[in-house]
C-alpha cells in the first residue's frame, strides 16, 4: 500500500454522520466492503479491512524458509511480515 498523501479534501458529514470516501482514495487503497475506523490523537484513522485466505500461514512460512529463514529468525520474520500483511502493507521478503 501507498503512504503517500494523494491530496487533502474537504468532504461532508451527513446529518446521519455518514460520509463519502472520495473514490481515487477508494482505489488507492483498495477498500472493499468494509474498514476499520480508529481514534487516533485526536484524528479519525480509517484503514481497509485486508482478507486473507484460510492458508495463508502455511504459504507465508513456505515463502520465508524458500527465502532461509530458520529457528527464532524465521519465527521473527513471520511475525513481521504477518503484521505487515494484515495492516494492508505489501512486504518484501
Do not use: C, W
Amino acid at each position: 500500500m501507498n503512504h503517500e498523501i494523494i491530496k487533502s479534501k474537504t468532504i461532508k458529514v451527513s446529518a446521519q454522520r455518514h460520509l463519502v470516501i472520495p473514490k481515487e482514495y477508494y482505489e488507492a487503497l483498495q477498500i472493499g466492503e468494509e474498514v476499520t475506523i480508529e481514534l487516533h490523537e485526536g484524528q479519525l484513522v480509517i484503514k481497509p479491512i485486508v482478507k486473507v485466505s484460510e492458508d495463508f500461514a502455511e504459504n507465508l512460512l513456505e515463502k520465508l524458509i524458500e527465502a532461509g529463514y530458520s529457528g527464532e529468525e524465521l519465527v521473527a520474520k513471520f511475525k513481521e511480515v504477518k503484521k505487515m500483511v494484515l495492516n494492508g502493507e505489501q512486504p518484501h521478503l
